[in-house]
């Protein structure tokens, strides 16, 4: 039944086109083994059929999970809710009020868009994981994803159910502003090839090259190509020694991972758009990506705190940077991070791009940071100490058990000298600041963020002190908030400012602590 036609007030089913598409991936997964039986005359063993049938049995699965969610599941707009009933052993009936939708984002891998089907994700703003924080509708006809997200996007809440049906040959003023929303306000950055470079030096590289080559060894060898042989035959293995053939295999791995990488890169982001756009209540900043599988992520302005850059270490010599919104209403712990607004870039374009969607405000980024008391690099290196002594009491163990050899013990040195520069680099990284109506905070050694929250966001303050700390006169302020992470801290501030960090970064928390204290001295 197409949602265009049908009343607010009936429950409808999802599109059946999914268990379709479902069996014809079925059929597909079992072509290679046609070819390879059939037409290339193959005789397959038992460990190579197996891996196909156990395709089979996955996408078979699939289908039969897609066909009973189909049977069980069933949804409707009324004119003041969105309703989700699913579920076979334990029913579930959900609900969300339709003013307090905050987001409605679409998806469609590969398989939905040649069925021509979409699945909308309908958010209320929860912090909670996907799966509770949001009603999923998978799959919709892809006319009927659009004419819902339109009728979920009316200003209109008080209509009559009539009211929700959109006439083909009649465009509803709702329809209109619908329409206007999807116009850009404002584009603050499109897709450039170039990104590529900032995004394939990734440790993923060797687990999706992994993937590749295992994948690419099965099927060579069900086409008994002995690939063992190949390689072996390939190079003088005994005259380069461990040490060449470990160096070649890395590098070679690595390769296959970076192409890996950028079809990855070109496949995600193809497309990618970051635009302002008006929303039901106000405007929204909306994401727009991918070439087999599109998605469609709206984030509502009101509810954006601030923004977190983060510079990973063994990538921050060529600028690479995430850029991430720091909001309320989306689970930092997906897959797909829909908190970030830009896939990997240079240091520079994340600080524009976050200039611009601030303005006509100054950049809190662009402000100096206060440096940390060198208590704090000392803190860095005793722990970088403590650290050196406990590994070179494990090697020293496993020398006198004659597990690893005496020359070892050079090994200690080295990684005390590793320690310590990693101690000197994480204490370059610290800062603080409060300009404007933004809190800043710099930390971190392995990634290097620098957190700018409003100060209007921070729910509670923390002062704390370790008890190595309290010996050097250090403490760490944590600014606590209901978005992102839930928490930002800025540590080992001098205790003499730390108070005065926690007063601006939170104003009129800390008035009532700081009038009892300064009775009590008097």
């Known amino acids: 039944m197409s949602t265009q036609h049908s009343s607010a007030a009936d429950w409808q089913r999802l599109s059946g086109r999914i268990i379709w598409v479902d069996l014809a991936q079925i059929v597909i997964t079992q072509l290679p083994l046609v070819i390879a039986i059939w037409v290339m005359g193959v ?40 309703e989700l009933k699913t579920g076979v052993l334990f029913r579930r009936h959900r609900s969300i009020q339709r003013d307090r939708i905050r987001s409605i984002d679409t998806e469609a891998k590969l398989r939905h868009r040649i069925a021509g089907l979409r699945v909308v994700t309908i958010g209320a703003g929860q912090q909670a994981t996907a799966d509770e924080a949001a009603l999923e509708l998978d799959a919709l006809i892809a006319a009927d994803a659009g004419a819902l997200r339109q009728r979920l996007l009316s200003t209109e809440q008080g209509h009559s159910p009539n009211s929700d049906v959109l006439l083909e040959d009649e465009e509803t003023p709702e329809a209109q502003a619908a329409t206007d929303r999807e116009v850009p306000l404002q584009v603050f950055a499109r897709f450039r090839p170039g990104w590529v470079v900032y995004n394939i030096f990734n440790i993923w590289a060797y687990l999706v090259a992994l993937g590749l080559v295992g994948g690419g060894w099965w099927i060579l060898s069900t086409l008994n190509i002995d690939v063992a042989g190949l390689l072996m035959a390939s190079f003088d ?12 295999v890395v590098i070679a791995v690595g390769l296959v991972g970076m192409l890996g990488m950028t079809v990855d890169f070109f496949t995600d982001f193809w497309k990618f758009e970051l635009s302002r756009v008006r929303g039901p209540e106000s405007t929204e900043l909306r994401t727009s990506q991918g070439l087999f599988t599109t998605r469609e992520v709206n984030r509502d302005e009101t509810r954006i705190r601030g923004f977190h850059i983060s510079q990973p270490l063994f990538w921050r010599w060529m600028g690479v940077t995430d850029t991430l919104v720091i909001t309320t209403g989306l689970s930092l712990w997906s897959m797909t991070q829909p908190a970030a607004i830009l896939p990997r870039v240079p240091l520079a374009l994340a600080r524009e791009v976050t200039a611009d969607i601030m303005a006509p405000e100054a950049s809190p980024f662009d402000a100096p940071l206060t440096k940390h008391p060198s208590a704090a690099l000392r803190r860095r290196l005793w722990w970088a100490t403590v650290i050196t002594l406990i590994v070179g009491a494990i090697l020293v163990v496993l020398i006198i058990q004659e597990v690893i050899a005496l020359e070892m013990l050079w090994a200690i040195l080295g990684f005390w000298l590793f320690a310590l520069a990693g101690a000197f680099v994480a204490y370059r990284a610290l800062g603080h600041t409060i300009t404007g109506k933004y809190l800043v905070v710099r930390s971190g050694l392995l990634n290097r963020s620098t957190v700018a929250l409003k100060t209007e966001a921070t729910s509670t303050i923390v002062i704390c002190e370790s008890l190595f700390q309290r010996r050097l006169g250090l403490q760490t302020v944590s600014a606590m908030t209901a978005a992102g ?38």
């Open 485 to 522: 992470y839930g928490g930002y801290d800025a540590p080992d501030l001098a205790r003499q400012d730390s108070l005065e960090f926690a007063t601006q970064a939170a104003p009129g928390f800390l008035d009532e602590f700081l009038e009892d204290e300064a009775r009590s001295n008097t």
């Open 237 to 248: 293995w005994a005259s380069i020694g461990w040490i060449g053939t470990t160096v070649i």
């Open 43 to 82: 005789s397959l063993g038992a460990g190579q059929l197996w891996p196909l049938v156990g395709l089979a049995a996955v996408g078979l699965i699939g289908a039969v999970g897609d066909a009973i969610r189909w049977l069980v599941t069933r949804y409707r707009v009324t004119p003041t809710y969105v």
